[in-house]
């Protein structure tokens, strides 16, 4: 199950690619895609340490919003994930 919810995660997120069943096209076609860049991922878990120390148990959503913008593509500064209303729910 949990392999399945990060399937969807990443294909939603637009991520990367997944499939259902494994088949030698499909990991030809994987395998001769571009690379993408690396992502930056925030240091989730000082996030939440700050959030807790702050006691702003009504600000979940600005959390949560600090770490999606922190959400950066190793190098050259650009967003790379723009979270929309369903991610911060």
């Known amino acids: 199950m949990e392999q399945l919810s990060n399937a ?13 069943r494994s088949n030698k096209t499909d990991i030809a076609q994987f395998l001769e895609s571009p ?3 690396p992502i930056k991922y925030p240091n989730v878990a000082r996030i939440i340490v700050e959030w807790i120390e702050s006691c ?7 959390t949560v ?4 913008k922190q959400m950066i593509k190793a190098g050259d500064g650009e ?3 723009q979270p929309n209303a369903a991610h911060l729910e």
């Open 79 to 81: 967003r790379v994930i």
């Open 35 to 37: 690379s993408a860049p």
């Open 56 to 62: 702003r148990w009504g600000d979940l959503r600005g």
């Open 65 to 68: 919003e600090q770490a999606w």
């Open 8 to 20: 969807l995660a990443i294909s939603s997120l637009i991520l990367g690619l997944a499939m259902r």
